[in-house]
């Protein structure tokens, strides 16, 4: 997962040097393959050439150390054990260290393991839970990725000089009761010139400001939690100077509501600009007074069109979807008290987008992986309009106003030869490709796959042109088929038989022929 150290890099203003293991090759990239890289052990020897110098830390995610060579394993083992430390990510990620302590962990939310092995230090996670694009992936990836951070600042021997704790009067609290709940802040140590900052920051990243205060001789400090919303939040405490933050730490706790938005039905999942969206949105354990506001919000977070209506059981409602909107919108419904939020959900709506009859910059096959958003949004940034490739689009490349071109089927040789093809009765195992039958069965299994596709836009569909096209065979469709193509190669019969010096009376004369009964040595193989 390349884009991770980069997240790490570029939060944490870390310099790093990176090297990639073959997935399911257990083979440094650069090794064994002496053709693009002149040597067998390019990979090895670039390792080796970086390790002249002390690195702070090292970090292993979806790897493990022993997919290394041995001669790499044992300088990276001597600057452990000399006081740099080791962070690996995975659910096989071993400390293969006899010297190896576990030790406490650095604060009570974290999810790793901690050791000291001899004058270094390591930390083992579980592997980084794959984030589905949705509202609020970010908030979370900020938080798997300061954990991940802290563990790297920590077995460098970097961590802050300052360690900070959260404490709740309860981690589950009513709406109605927050007016009775706390949170307290403590600290072990005064800085000089500092400054504590506590926020509440929900699941789908919006913030609200707790409290700034200078760090006092109590060591902790108690506030109250404000009128919140239903939902997951994290309290996040950070301490601060002029120069920069100094630590933080972040706990979780959620917000409960007998009020909930349960569903945001949509009749469709995707619209055509000028069309009428409808959809309902499902409640329960509605109170007098509440409103019910639905929304139609793009990716950026700005609201393209509302409207404010009486909360049912079940609400219809209807937008229409104006030339100008983007290609992802969130239908959001959010039930009101006055002006403070109760509760909400929403359901995502892809506006229909084709980027047809404009210039288009096509790349063929996106990044994969949950952080594949952050690539998306650079191609868009750098020009690219649709992307090419297999299956469905991701909901995240809608976010990024980028259509699609699906690689919707590909005929291509299944054999190096026609004849491994074709079964003893000299038909395409999988079907004569003029067969009506087959070709229907092939449309329609087609279509079917690409109905998500369908949905998003698509400039084209392509059909495949990779590698060789070995599509005859001896079927019936395929000799009419063979037939007709002469005749409007040729016209008459007469044309045909002054081409190739033969003497067929009509096309319809006309053989699927063997290779040996091929009128002329300079006949084309076809």
């Not at 110098?53 to 001669?71: I, S």
């Not at 994290?234 to 933080?248: C, D, E, G």
């Not at 998306?376 to 991701?394: D, R």
Request: proline letters at 4%.
């Amino acid at each position: 997962e390349g884009r991770e150290v980069i997240e790490l890099m570029q939060r944490f203003e870390l310099d790093a040097d990176m090297a990639y293991v073959l997935s399911g090759g257990n083979q440094l990239l650069g090794d064994k393959n002496s053709r693009p890289y002149l040597v067998d052990d390019a990979g090895t020897q670039r390792l080796l050439k970086l390790m002249t110098k002390p690195y702070d830390v090292f970090f292993f995610t979806n790897t493990t150390m022993d997919t290394l060579p041995e001669v790499v394993q044992e300088v990276i083992r001597s600057q452990i054990r000399a006081g740099a430390g080791i962070v690996l990510i995975g659910d096989k990620a071993t400390l293969s260290f006899t010297e190896a302590q576990a030790v406490e962990s650095m604060n009570s939310t974290t999810t790793g393991t901690f050791y000291t092995i001899a004058k270094g230090r390591g930390v083992i996670f579980p592997t980084r839970p794959k984030l589905e694009y949705a509202l609020g992936w970010e908030t979370s990836l900020d938080y798997q990725m300061a954990e991940q951070g802290q563990a790297l600042l920590w077995s460098a021997h970097k961590e802050p000089k300052i360690n900070l704790g959260i404490t709740f009067s309860t981690a589950s609290v009513a709406r109605s009761a927050l007016s009775e709940q706390t949170v307290t802040i403590s600290w072990d140590k005064l800085l000089l010139g500092s400054e504590l900052i506590v926020e509440a920051r929900r699941w789908d990243g919006v913030s609200q400001e707790l409290g700034r205060l200078s760090l006092s001789k109590d060591m902790k400090t108690t506030l109250d939690l404000p009128l919140l919303s239903a939902g997951n939040y994290h309290i996040n405490a950070i301490v601060k100077t002029v120069r920069a933050k100094q630590s933080w730490v972040s706990a979780s706790f959620e917000v409960t509501s007998p009020t909930q938005v349960t569903e945001v039905a949509l009749d469709k999942k995707w619209a055509e600009r000028g069309e009428t969206l409808k959809g309902n949105v499902v409640c329960a354990g509605l109170q007098d007074k509440q409103q019910l506001l639905v929304e139609l919000v793009d990716v950026h977070g700005r609201v393209l069109a509302l409207k404010t209506l009486d909360p049912k059981a079940s609400t219809p409602f209807e937008f229409t979807i104006a030339a100008w909107m983007p290609m992802l919108l969130r239908v959001q419904a959010t039930v009101l008290e006055g002006k403070n939020e109760v509760t909400s959900s929403y359901s995502y709506l892809n506006i229909t987008t084709r980027h047809q009859n404009q210039f288009n910059f096509l790349m063929w096959t996106g990044p994969h992986g949950d952080l594949a958003p952050y690539a998306y949004k650079s191609m868009a940034k750098h020009g690219v309009t649709t992307l090419l490739q297999g299956g469905n689009p991701p909901l995240s490349l809608a976010a990024s106003n980028i259509s699609y071109v699906p690689y919707a089927t590909s005929y291509r040789a299944s054999s190096h030869n026609t004849t491994g093809m074709l079964d003893k009765n000299g038909i395409l195992k999988s079907g004569c490709t003029h067969d009506p039958a087959v070709v229907k069965k092939w449309v329609d299994d087609t279509v079917e796959r690409y109905q998500d596709a369908r949905g998003h836009g698509v400039t084209a569909y392509s059909l495949g042109d990779e590698n060789a096209v070995r599509g005859s065979c001896l079927s019936p469709y395929c000799l009419t088929a063979y037939q007709n193509y002469l005749n409007d190669m040729y016209t008459t019969i007469a044309a045909l038989n002054k081409e190739w010096d033969t003497d067929y009376a009509s096309f319809e004369a006309i053989e699927l022929l063997e290779d040996t009964q091929l009128p002329n040595d300079d006949a084309p193989k076809w």
